[in-house]
């Protein structure tokens, strides 16, 4: 919202709140605003700066906390998701799945940790891995 100043001929000052600086501009064309004290459709702004309300700033933060809390929710789930069907191999990840690649070890899907170097040197190899953000859950 953008509150502008007005002004009629007889110079009684008064606010009005529009949606956007193209409301206004039509409003004035089209004759649809009138002063509140003797209601003259000569109207122009009284002060050129507009100011802006809070609310839409409010709006905005809010929809990015809401955005970052939905991308936790997924990552969280992604992590259950993850627990629940992988053996988790904790440090000796690459070298387990190096043995599943290789064959040496039994097919299974497996999660556990590993240094971005040693991750890139398993894809190389054709391994299949992926490193994904490891969120804390809620309750932890
Ligand atoms: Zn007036």
Same mark, same amino acid.
């Given at each position: 919202?953008? *509150?502008? +100043?007005l002004q009629?001929r /007889? @110079?009684?000052?008064f606010e $009005?709140?529009? *949606?956007d600086?193209?409301?206004y501009? @039509? !409003?004035?064309? &089209?004759?649809?605003?009138?002063?509140?004290v003797?209601g003259?459709?000569q109207?122009?702004? &009284?002060?050129?700066?507009?100011?802006?309300?809070?609310? /839409?700033?409010?709006? =905005? @933060? /809010?929809? %990015? #906390?809401?955005?970052? $809390?939905k991308?936790?929710?997924g990552? *969280?789930?992604?992590?259950?998701?993850?627990?629940? +069907?992988?053996?988790?191999?904790g440090?000796?990840? #690459? %070298?387990e @799945?190096? /043995?599943?690649?290789?064959?040496?070890s039994? !097919? *299974? +899907?497996?999660y556990?940790?590993?240094? $971005? =170097?040693e &991750?890139?040197?398993?894809? %190389?190899?054709?391994?299949a891995? !992926?490193?994904?953000?490891?969120v804390?859950?809620e309750?932890?």
């Amino acid at each position: 919202m953008i *509150r502008y +100043n007005l002004q009629c001929r /007889k @110079a009684h000052q008064f606010e $009005a709140w529009f *949606r956007d600086s193209g409301l206004y501009d @039509a !409003q004035v064309a &089209a004759g649809e605003l009138t002063c509140p004290v003797c209601g003259s459709k000569q109207v122009e702004k &009284a002060v050129m700066a507009p100011s802006i309300s809070t609310g /839409k700033r409010r709006e =905005k @933060a /809010k929809a %990015e #906390a809401e955005q970052a $809390a939905k991308v936790l929710k997924g990552l *969280r789930e992604m992590r259950q998701q993850v627990e629940a +069907n992988c053996d988790y191999v904790g440090p000796s990840f #690459a %070298e387990e @799945a190096r /043995k599943i690649h290789y064959g040496e070890s039994e !097919q *299974r +899907n497996i999660y556990g940790e590993t240094d $971005a =170097k040693e &991750a890139e040197t398993l894809k %190389e190899e054709g391994v299949a891995v !992926q490193r994904i953000p490891w969120v804390p859950l809620e309750n932890s």
